[in-house]
């Protein structure tokens, strides 16, 4: 019954925050309502028993929308994507083709014909999921993962020169930042 009520609760969450990316008229908001649909998805995926692949999902998505909402506030014209705008283009145009492909999806779920299940379910579908997917390679993909994490911690550690401790000094108590620009975000 619990999972039910988390399943239907997810689903329309999902559903009616990806509308809502089309609804808000801001980049920021529509980054965010994009967000809670995908986090949504990823704990659908974590209730279906895939685990790993739904923290990831979270974690991928997480990380991309933080990453997407810096660069809005760094390059947009807009400061941070609150100015109103609208998200669609050629509405008529973009309407009729997701009509189109709707129905050509629902046709094809509703006519196909869906094969019988052979066996039982996996002891462990993360595991079973993994080797379907990477198969002897797992371990790699895993140490590659670990390896692109590392370099991007330590890109961001060298290309910062300056830290807090180096603005307002080892106890923090400065009462302006020590900014070798006159203008930013210290002044």
Do not use: Q
């Not at 809502?20 to 209730?47: E, H, K, P, Q």
């Not at 509405?91 to 709707?102: W, Y």
């Not at 050509?104 to 052979?118: D, E, V, Y």
């Amino acid at each position: 019954m619990l999972d039910d009520v988390v399943f239907w609760t997810l689903g329309v969450l999902a559903v009616a925050s990806g509308v809502m990316v089309f609804r808000f008229d801001s980049m920021a908001r529509a980054t965010y309502a994009l967000l809670l649909s995908l986090l949504c998805v990823g704990g659908l995926v974590i209730l279906l028993g895939l685990d790993y692949l739904g923290v990831v999902i979270v974690l991928m998505m997480t990380i991309e929308m933080a990453i997407m909402a810096v660069f809005m506030v760094m390059y947009m014209m807009n400061p941070a994507g609150l100015m109103p705008m609208s998200m669609l283009h050629n509405k008529n145009g973009a309407a009729v083709l997701c009509t189109v492909v709707f129905l050509l999806l629902a046709t094809g779920i509703l006519t196909a014909p869906w094969p019988r299940r052979s066996g039982r379910p996996d002891d462990d579908p993360t595991m079973a999921l993994g080797m379907s997917l990477m198969g002897p390679h797992m371990l790699t993909m895993m140490t590659l993962g670990f390896a692109l994490f590392t370099t991007i911690v330590a890109t961001v550690v060298l290309a910062t020169r300056r830290g807090r401790y180096d603005r307002f000094g080892d106890d923090l108590k400065a009462r302006t930042a020590d900014d070798p620009v006159r203008g930013g975000v210290g002044r």
